[in-house]
């Protein structure tokens, strides 16, 4: 009975431990009711150290029954960061980074154990790229490198899953993207100016597949700026003048910015790829600095400033007399010469400048020379005058004064004697001559004064003392004025403009006013073929003499004649005299002289050419320089002694006013031959009507308009003469060519 009882507590017991037990251990589960979990994401795939990665799927604690989860990247175990669940695990990436497939291990209890599962290899994690803030400087389209780690985006195992980068610069826009490691990337910079930061856009795959469409998301990182750095080209020119447009040429200039020259501040226009600036007045020679709007600074080499002259304040000055000269680009101060010789400065600004007139200056080139600019050399800027004396120093109206000197010029001024205007007869550049005019506070009893000469463009008036003497009385046979061939009564002559023939005196013209000869004609000379009596002007007497010299008194038709004009004033060359020729009588329209105006050289002449006509006939030329005037005759030869100018026509055999010795004998020869020819007839028709004319003659056949041949008795004696007549034509034909050559 005890031991049944034994036994049945025994069991009991035994029972109740089991039962116990089932309740504290956990329930076994078989491995065919838990899946393998699978992981389905990873958010981010592309992550950072210290980012929060979310694994999202199914089975990860196989329905909650697991005793064991775990998670691993490229076989790294992480650190879960939060209560799994079956379709979420988190972790927060290590500071190290990881990459490589994500895979989930749950265990679960079995009967006689535990067992644990896997997921699925494929899905990454990979790491964002870390970039270095570095800036790059490139010139425009220059290659850079941005530099780090992690671009390729490999795994624990070293396999890259990188899927795409791109590149891009601020508003500058995309960067082309070269070759890429795992820690550079090589870009491209823009071919223009370019001062952005740098971002590069990273996409790689989610799958170890590879497969295009599951990818990471697309990450941008900065990687440091770019400055593209200018690509100098070169200034356009080593040296300009003020006012001159200066470029630089490059790339890389931006759109904006400033520039000096020398130092100093000078506006200017920029483009990417160009900069320019206009050269001031003021500016001087130096270096050429560009500062970009980003404070990067060009040198541009150095530019030499020409000076420049716009203007000089008088072309002739004499002694003592200032002399403003404008432009630009004198900088602070130089040295300015004439002809060679250093002149005083006055005032020196970059301007303009003032200088005196020292003595014994020369004129010639004006020469300016900036201390830090380009000399500029104004050619005969300058020609000094000066008045050397009177001749005479003293005169009464009507008398001729020569002021003899230097540097008048050829161009006409006015001179004034005692404040009232003295008439100009000759302007030269070494000599004038004027006509004292009527003074009226000396005309009783004359005094001193001056004769100022005023000189077109020049500094200053030249002055010198004159006595006026008082007007002598009149003689009983006499008027005033008189003693002078040419003069008014009141002492100033009147010579007719054109032809230099006085209008009044005992040498002007019998109808007062009118010269005595045709006189130039306003359309040109007048052709005249018939006779022109030709009657020169008569030679006034008095200091100043212009003669007009032919070098052949005549020439054949269509030749040229050369001619000198001599000018002179109280026994001396004037020099520098304007002197206009005239046609004023020609036979022909095509007869021509040349220079139509000169200027007397220093021994006071003029030389010219006068071409005829080739009509024959008298040429009449007109000189003139101031009132004095000169002519000459020219004649085309073969015109008939007939005293007149003109030729005769080409109609007609012997026209009026007589014909050339070349038609003569042509016309002699002519008329030889015919009366040789028709003599010659008609003794061949005389001697046909002999009877024994047959037998001197040869019966010649010939043609005739009806085609049949008929004798024509023909004598040996015409025959002779009709030769001898064509050889009196030719030799006639002959004479005339000759001539004409």
């Known amino acids: 009975m005890s031991r049944r009882i034994v036994s049945a507590l025994t069991c009991a017991g035994l029972v109740a431990g089991v039962a116990a037990l089932q309740l504290v251990m956990p329930r076994p589960v078989e491995a065919a009711q838990c899946g393998a979990p699978h992981v389905s994401s990873v958010s981010p795939s592309l992550a950072s150290p210290g980012q929060t990665i979310t694994v999202a799927g199914s089975g990860f604690t196989c329905g909650g029954q697991a005793n064991g989860v775990s998670i691993s990247v490229g076989g790294h175990g992480q650190n879960i960061s939060a209560q799994p669940t079956d379709t979420q695990i988190q972790?927060?990436?290590?500071?190290?980074?990881?990459?490589?497939?994500?895979?989930?291990?749950?265990?679960?209890?079995?009967?006689?154990?535990?067992?644990?599962?896997?997921?699925?290899?494929?899905?990454?994690?990979?790491?964002?790229?870390?970039?270095a803030n570095n800036t790059a400087t490139p010139g425009p389209g220059g290659g850079f490198t941005v530099s780090g780690s992690g671009f390729t985006m490999k795994d624990s195992n070293g396999n890259s899953y990188l899927f795409r980068i791109t590149a891009s610069a601020g508003g500058c826009g995309g960067l082309s993207v070269g070759g890429v490691s795992d820690t550079s990337v090589a870009l491209t910079a823009p071919g223009s100016y370019c001062n952005q930061p740098v971002g590069l856009s990273i996409t790689g795959y989610a799958t170890s597949t590879k497969n295009a469409t599951i990818l990471t998301n697309t990450v941008g990182i900065g990687a440091g700026s770019l400055n593209v750095a200018p690509s100098p080209g070169g200034l356009s020119t080593g040296s300009a003048a003020p006012g001159d447009l200066v470029s630089f040429s490059g790339a890389g200039y931006g759109g904006s910015g400033s520039a000096t020259l020398d130092g100093a501040g000078i506006g200017s226009n920029w483009s990417d790829n160009s900069i320019s600036f206009t050269v001031q007045p003021n500016s001087t020679s130096g270096a050429v600095v560009f500062t970009r709007s980003d404070g990067h600074v060009i040198n541009a080499g150095n530019l030499t400033v020409n000076s420049k002259v716009t203007g000089v304040s008088a072309s002739r000055a004499q002694e003592g007399d200032t002399i403003t000269i404008a432009g630009a680009g004198f900088g602070p101060g130089g040295s300015v010469s004439l002809g060679g010789t250093g002149l005083p400065v006055k005032s020196w600004s970059p301007t303009s400048i003032a200088v005196t007139i020292p003595a014994g200056t020369n004129g010639g080139d004006l020469t300016i020379s900036p201390s830090n600019d380009a000399p500029f050399t104004v050619p005969n800027g300058i020609a000094v005058m000066h008045l050397a004396g009177l001749k005479p120093g003293d005169g009464a109206p009507g008398a001729t004064i020569g002021i003899t000197g230097g540097g008048f010029g050829s161009n006409k001024g006015s001179v004034t004697i005692a404040g009232v205007n003295a008439p100009v007869t000759i302007w030269g550049d070494s000599t004038i001559a004027v006509v004292v005019p009527s003074i009226p506070k000396y005309a009783g009893n004359g005094g001193d004064d001056h004769i100022v000469v005023n000189v077109p463009g020049a500094a200053s008036a030249m002055t010198a003392a004159f006595h006026v003497d008082p007007v002598p009385p009149p003689s009983p046979s006499s008027t005033p004025g008189q003693n002078t061939p040419g003069n008014t009564p009141g002492g100033v002559p009147t010579i007719d403009p054109i032809t230099g023939l006085p209008t009044s005196g005992p040498s002007a013209s019998p109808n007062g006013n009118a010269p005595s000869f045709i006189p130039p004609s306003s359309n040109g000379p007048i052709i005249s073929i018939g006779p022109v009596p030709f009657h020169p002007a008569p030679k006034t007497s008095g200091p100043v003499n212009l003669v007009l010299t032919p070098g052949s008194q005549s020439a054949d038709p269509g030749q040229d004649v050369p001619f000198t004009v001599t000018l002179t004033a109280f026994g001396q060359p004037v020099v520098g005299a304007p002197v206009d020729f005239l046609l004023v009588v020609v036979p022909g329209g095509d007869a021509s002289v040349s220079p139509a105006k000169g200027v007397t050289d220093a021994q006071g002449k003029v030389s010219g050419v006068l071409h005829l006509s080739k009509r024959s006939g008298d040429h009449i030329i007109l000189a003139r320089?101031?009132?004095?005037?000169?002519?000459?005759?020219?004649?085309?030869?073969?015109?008939?002694?007939?005293?007149?100018?003109?030729?005769?026509?080409?109609?007609?055999?012997?026209?009026?006013?007589?014909?050339?010795?070349?038609?003569?004998?042509?016309?002699?020869?002519?008329?030889?031959?015919?009366?040789?020819?028709?003599?010659?007839?008609?003794?061949?028709?005389?001697?046909?009507?002999?009877?024994?004319?047959?037998?001197?003659?040869?019966?010649?056949?010939?043609?005739?308009l009806g085609g049949t041949l008929v004798a024509i008795p023909v004598s040996a004696g015409s025959a002779a003469q009709f030769g001898v007549a064509m050889m009196v034509c030719s030799f006639g034909q002959l004479v005339a060519v000759m001539r004409r050559r």
């Open 625 to 704: 320089s101031g009132q004095y005037s000169d002519e000459i005759k020219v004649t085309g030869r073969g015109l008939a002694n007939t005293g007149g100018a003109g030729g005769g026509t080409d109609s007609g055999v012997g026209g009026g006013g007589g014909g050339s010795p070349q038609r003569t004998i042509i016309v002699a020869a002519l008329l030889a031959c015919l009366v040789l020819f028709l003599s010659g007839f008609g003794i061949n028709v005389a001697t046909a009507r002999k009877p024994g004319a047959a037998v001197a003659a040869v019966a010649t056949p010939r043609r005739s």
């Open 91 to 131: 972790f927060v990436v290590p500071s190290g980074g990881v990459a490589g497939s994500v895979v989930e291990t749950v265990s679960y209890p079995v009967l006689l154990g535990s067992q644990s599962q896997s997921s699925n290899t494929d899905r990454l994690l990979l790491m964002v790229p870390v970039a």
